[in-house]
């Protein structure tokens, strides 16, 4: 789910933390990104927040977190197009 408010875009991630290395990947529309802090004193929620502002060279945050280690992200300033480019999904 993608979509576009206010100048910014805004989609879900599911997270893996505590994983052994840091990957980003889509599969089927679905953005998946593992990072390698775990999820305790918002450890992990920091390296998303990190990993994705380097990522999108854009300032990011978690705008919600909802259950599963399901995230609704913020990418500020980002159009959805742009946005899918950089993820590798100018074609969907």
Do not use: C, W
Request: hydrophobic letters at 35%; glycine letters at 8%; a positive charge.
């Amino acid at each position: 789910m993608f979509r576009e408010r206010d100048g910014d875009t805004l989609f879900e991630l599911t997270v893996k933390p505590g994983s052994g290395r840091v990957s980003l990947k889509v599969k089927k529309g679905i953005v998946h990104l593992s990072v390698t802090n775990p999820p305790v004193k918002n450890q992990a929620n920091r390296e998303i927040i990190r990993l994705l502002s380097e990522f999108f060279d854009v300032p990011v945050e978690i705008e919600k977190s909802m259950p599963g280690y399901r995230k609704l992200i913020r990418v500020k300033g980002l159009s959805m197009s742009d946005l899918k480019k950089k993820l590798g999904m100018a074609d969907e």
